[in-house]
């Protein structure tokens, strides 16, 4: 459900991302606003001790996701950094809703993509 979606905002999508998503009313929580400065591990353990999806643009979530298994990472990878467009494309992402949970969902300007975050190494 939308409404199960929580969402924490890594520092790199900037406060203006931050401040349009709560104004919609959705569930987001913003390093920036509350704990800025804090290293990205901190970031991962406020994600798994809140359950929130964390959404950034910072490349280092990727390792981070796959090493740590936050409830889910998305990171954003735009050719067109404006804040218009990183909402644009974090709202096109946020319609997967609980289907962000569990994955590294890796979104461009025109393109999503999914990968577990844990593995099945029988297979």
């Given at each position: 459900m939308s409404e199960d979606l929580k969402l924490l905002l890594d520092e790199s999508l900037g406060i203006k991302v931050y401040e349009k998503l709560k104004s919609m009313n959705f569930n987001v929580q913003s390093v920036i606003a509350e704990r800025r400065g804090i290293k990205d591990m901190e970031v991962v353990t406020m994600a798994k001790l809140h359950n929130k999806v964390i959404a950034t643009m910072d490349k280092d979530f990727g390792y981070l996701a796959l090493s740590y298994s936050p409830p889910g990472v998305i990171l954003l990878r735009l050719r067109d950094p404006r804040v218009s467009n990183r909402i644009r494309v974090l709202l096109r992402v946020?319609?997967?809703?609980?289907?962000?949970?569990?994955?590294?969902?890796?979104?461009?300007?025109?393109?999503?993509?999914?990968?577990p975050l844990e593995f099945d190494l029988k297979e």
């Open positions: 946020m319609e997967l809703r609980e289907k962000l949970y569990g994955f590294l969902t890796v979104a461009t300007d025109t393109e999503i993509r999914r990968r």
